[in-house]
Every structure is written in structure tokens, then in C-alpha cells.
């Protein structure tokens, strides 16, 4: 028998590494840098990966001083607009990668990763979105500094295309399981690629990144236009059925020889990511998404508000994705029965997510054109 004496299961992030679960900062922004909030989080609160995007990158041309300043220098040069964009997105991401260093390092790798997108217009175009990455990636000179790339048919191929060329990679904006898996498989034929080329795939990290908590949120809009009693109690069900079905295509492609030999070279699995935040924001529906979506070798991405909400308490429910997937297919078919399509759900949202994205980038660069021509004041 146990010991009646011994005390709580501990909560925090540290809990949710303890189930294997790397806790990611999403929505990096300079100020959490210049604060030293980051370094804190890392060495007290157990973070494992950070995440910047746009949307903090356009305000922080605006509103942080260091960017401000940064710009100023820029503009006496002079520097053009894109090549301003670039160095700011450069030392942001320089930064935070040195902060996450000891993580990587103590990980061999598998952790310690920051992650930085490319400009969202060129999600159809695989060879802009190529340049971009190697532009982005010489520029931060940092192992541990992934690109960001949406999963767009032509974002996956330029996935593979960087993996090949040694490019770390993470994956995003992916919002059904048959993409994950294509998104698995673009991973799979890089890193292949990559080990022809003579690549170190040790030195090669990669992650994923489902969008549970807009999957969730797409899903549970369409639910309440049904309005009938079946339909509302399938609300807040959609997360969780799609992590697992996704966790056990990521179970099946490292059960297969590709994966065999490309472990054996040295590569590290596509670390599973779950997207935690909604269009709508709120710290409490991602908390619950952490301590609900937990199996080892996973991790979950958190804003700010709900990092700190974990930090002070999470308490992951133990292994919830592994063997799961039948349940969760049952579940999706159920919703599916009612006349809310995955596919045709996952469709839109990446259209809006991919919008948005590409509003915020040019949000980006008009502020930076406005600094640089007011000298960086």
C-alpha cells in the first residue's frame, strides 16, 4: 500500500514535465526579454520553448523602446523597410534562443527551442517561404532557432525543402488530423533528405503544431448555431479527440523503417505541440487544455497569462492521448453525424488563422516603415 502520509502530487510546470510535457511561452515579446521575465521562467518555473509572433512583433515596433531605438539606428543608415523587419525579427530571436540555451543544451537538443515565423503572404509560395526561412535563419546564427511555417500544401513543401538544407523547422497553423499527418510526413522526407545531404540531424530540431484551442473553439461555435441538446453537450470535446487521433498518427509514423533509420542517424521525433489559446483568448480553457492534453514527449504552447496560471498549479490528469484514438474517432463521427465537418472546420479557421496573420505582418512593416521614416522617435 501507498503511504497514507505522503503529500499532494506536485502541480506546476514541473508536473507537466514530469508526464513528458514541455511547457512552451507563446506570444514572446522583447519586453518579457528585457525583463528578465524569460530567464526566470526558465530557471523557476520550468519553461522548455518559446514562440514569437507577428502580432508582438508589430506592436513592439510601436510601443518597446529597445525596438524604437533599433529602428532609429536603422533609419540613419539607411536601412529599406524589409531589411529592418528582418533585424528586428533577428534580435528578438537571437536573444530569446541564448535565454532557452542552457535547455537545449541540458536536452541534448530535444528542448530549449524558439520558434519564428516568416511572412504569412508567402504561405503559398514554396520558394519564397524557402528564402525567407534561409534569410531568417543565417540571420539569427543560432542551432536552437526554428522557422516557423504554415502547413499550406506549398508551406509542406518547403518544410521538406528546409529540413533538407539543415534548417530547423516548426510547423504551424495545422487544424485537422489529415494534415498533421501530411505535416508528419513533410518532417519525415526532410529530415530523410537531410541525412543524404550529410546533415548532422542531432543539430536538427523540429516540432508540430495542432491548433487545439482554435479547433476547439471553431467546432464549438458550429455546435451552439445547432442548438439541440446532443449538440451542445459535444461542446469542449473537439480538443482532446483531435490530440489523440493526431498523437497516434505520430505513434505510427515512429513505429515505421523511415523513422528506425533516421533514428539511428541521430534525429530527434517531431516534438507534438498542442496550441492551446482560442480566437478569443482565455487563460482558463488553456490551462484546462494542458492537464487534459498530456502524453510523453509532448508539449503544450501557453500565452502568457496562462503560462503563469499553469505555473502556479497545473495538475496534468496523467497520460490521456496514448491508445485513446477509437474513442476519439467514435467522437468526431458523432459530431460529424450531427453536420459539423472536421475538414470543412479545419478549412476555414486556416483560412481566417492564415488572414490574420497576414495582417499582422503587414501591421509589421507599415509600423516599421512610420519608425524608420520618424527616424525610430
Not at 531605438?69 to 528582418?86: I, M
Not at 504561405?123 to 499550406?152: Q, Y
Request: aromatic share 4%; hydrophobic share 45%; charged share 25%.
Amino acid at each position: 500500500m501507498g503511504d497514507s502520509k505522503a503529500g499532494p502530487a506536485p502541480g506546476g510546470l514541473d508536473a507537466l514535465a514530469a508526464e513528458g510535457v514541455a511547457p512552451w511561452l507563446g506570444g514572446l515579446r522583447r519586453s518579457l526579454l528585457t525583463s528578465g521575465l524569460l530567464p526566470e521562467l526558465l530557471t523557476g518555473a520550468g519553461l522548455r520553448g518559446a514562440s514569437f509572433g507577428p502580432e508582438g512583433l508589430a506592436a513592439d515596433a510601436v510601443e518597446d523602446d529597445g525596438c524604437r531605438e533599433q529602428l532609429s539606428l536603422l533609419a540613419r543608415r539607411p536601412a529599406a523597410p524589409d531589411t529592418a523587419v528582418l533585424a528586428l525579427c533577428a534580435y528578438d530571436l537571437r536573444s530569446a534562443c541564448d535565454v532557452l540555451r542552457p535547455a537545449f543544451d541540458a536536452g541534448h537538443g530535444s528542448d530549449g527551442c524558439v520558434s519564428m515565423d516568416v511572412d504569412a503572404a508567402l504561405a503559398h509560395d514554396t520558394e519564397g517561404t524557402v528564402a525567407a526561412a534561409e534569410e531568417l535563419h543565417r540571420a539569427a546564427r543560432r542551432s536552437n532557432a526554428l522557422v516557423k511555417i504554415p502547413a499550406t500544401g506549398q508551406g509542406l513543401a518547403a518544410v521538406r525543402a528546409c529540413l533538407g538544407r539543415g534548417i530547423g523547422v516548426h510547423v504551424t497553423e495545422i487544424f485537422s488530423v489529415r494534415r498533421y499527418g501530411q505535416a508528419l510526413d513533410a518532417c519525415l522526407d526532410g529530415l530523410e533528405d537531410a541525412r543524404t545531404a550529410g546533415h548532422d540531424l542531432a543539430a536538427l530540431p523540429v516540432c508540430t503544431s495542432l491548433a487545439t484551442g482554435r479547433i476547439e473553439a471553431g467546432v464549438d461555435e458550429r455546435l451552439t448555431v445547432l442548438g439541440t441538446p446532443g449538440a451542445l453537450a459535444l461542446r469542449g470535446t473537439a480538443a482532446l479527440a483531435v490530440a489523440r487521433l493526431a498523437y497516434r498518427l505520430y505513434e505510427e509514423r515512429l513505429g515505421t523503417a523511415c523513422w528506425r533509420r533516421l533514428s539511428a542517424a541521430g534525429a530527434r521525433p517531431p516534438r507534438p505541440l498542442w496550441e492551446t489559446a482560442g480566437p478569443a483568448g482565455g487563460a482558463r480553457d488553456e490551462l484546462r487544455h494542458a492537464e487534459t492534453l498530456v502524453a510523453w514527449g509532448t508539449g503544450v504552447v501557453l500565452s502568457p497569462a496562462a503560462l503563469a496560471a499553469a505555473a502556479a498549479g497545473a495538475r496534468p490528469e496523467g497520460d490521456t492521448l496514448t491508445c485513446r484514438h477509437r474513442e476519439a474517432a467514435a467522437l468526431v463521427a458523432e459530431v460529424e453525424g450531427l453536420g459539423v465537418p472536421f475538414e470543412d472546420t479545419a478549412a476555414e479557421l486556416a483560412g481566417a488563422r492564415l488572414e490574420q496573420l497576414t495582417g499582422a505582418w503587414r501591421a509589421l512593416r507599415r509600423a516599421v516603415r512610420e519608425q524608420l521614416g520618424a527616424g525610430g522617435r
